[in-house]
């Protein structure tokens, strides 16, 4: 049973800094593109960042280019969504996806259609 897990959440100041963490399991995980998401309240969900199965190409969305970045550790089923600079907008459930099916890009997009399986998300609150 395919499985992802969010952490790394919490309340942080502005200017701040957090690093999300989703843990996956049940699927061949290297070979799928992961994707990060948020959701604000009385907003729809929106697509961040995205990785490719490999981790060689990255790609962001203009709200978080340059203060976030991806990663992913493969041999650890584990990808990172690491946040710098964070600014009150960035309030937000989020959450980590894994691509509809099995991935033969090297590359990635972020749109909410490629993506099928959904962790349960982590609640990340920019506030003073």
């Known amino acids: 049973q395919l499985q992802l897990v969010e952490s790394g959440g919490g309340l942080v100041q502005p200017g701040g800094s957090l690093r999300l963490s989703c843990a996956a399991s049940?699927?061949?995980?290297?070979?799928?593109?992961i994707a990060w998401f948020r959701q604000a309240p009385g907003k729809e969900r929106e697509g961040i960042s995205c990785?490719?199965?490999?981790?060689?190409?990255?790609n962001y969305a203009d709200s978080v280019q340059g203060r976030f970045s991806i990663s992913r550790d493969n041999a650890k089923n584990t990808v990172f969504l690491q946040m710098n600079g964070l600014k009150p907008e960035d309030t937000a459930v989020y959450y980590c996806?894994?691509?509809?099916?099995?991935?033969?890009?090297?590359?990635?997009?972020?749109?909410?259609?490629?993506?099928?399986?959904w962790g349960q998300g982590t609640q990340v609150t920019v506030s003073s």
């Open positions: 996806s894994a691509g509809i099916k099995r991935s033969t890009s090297e590359t990635c997009d972020y749109v909410l259609s490629l993506y099928k399986y």
């Open positions: 049940g699927f061949t995980f290297d070979a799928y593109t």
């Open positions: 990785i490719s199965r490999r981790g060689g190409y990255t």
